[in-house]
């Protein structure tokens, strides 16, 4: 069974850091794009990053440029999201998802596909 298991959030005061971690099972993951995407609290989703199979390929929400980082390693099928400078507007429930191309991630009109798998999120909250 596919699963997507995203894990790291927390309170933090706005300056500091966070590492999400998305631990994936049942498929193979290193032939899926993967994204992280968030929704705040009456807000739509929205795309934060997207990393293509092999890590070669990424994307950044502008807000995020220069302050959050994406990685994945396909040893250990996980996907991961620095995030450094954190500032209140980050505040939301953080999503993994994994997608079989770099563009259906990138793409709004693809994120509730067939092929899409989403995890169940984590909770990120930035303190003034």
């Known amino acids: 069974q596919e699963e997507l298991v995203e894990s790291g959030g927390g309170l933090v005061q706005a300056g500091g850091s966070l590492r999400l971690s998305c631990t994936v099972s049942?498929?193979?993951?290193?032939?899926?794009?993967m994204g992280w995407f968030r929704q705040a609290l009456g807000k739509e989703r929205e795309g934060v990053s997207c990393?293509?199979?092999?890590?070669?390929?990424?994307t950044y929400e502008n807000s995020v440029k220069g302050r959050f980082t994406i990685s994945r390693d396909n040893a250990k099928n996980t996907l991961y999201l620095r995030m450094n400078n954190l500032k209140p507007e980050d505040t939301a429930v953080y999503y993994c998802?994994?997608?079989?191309?770099?563009?259906?991630?990138?793409?709004?009109?693809?994120?509730?596909?067939?092929?899409?798998?989403w995890g169940q999120g984590t909770q990120v909250t930035v303190s003034p």
């Open positions: 998802a994994a997608f079989v191309s770099f563009s259906q991630c990138t793409e709004p009109k693809e994120w509730n596909g067939p092929s899409a798998i």
């Open positions: 049942g498929l193979t993951f290193g032939s899926y794009a």
């Open positions: 990393l293509s199979w092999d890590g070669e390929s990424s």
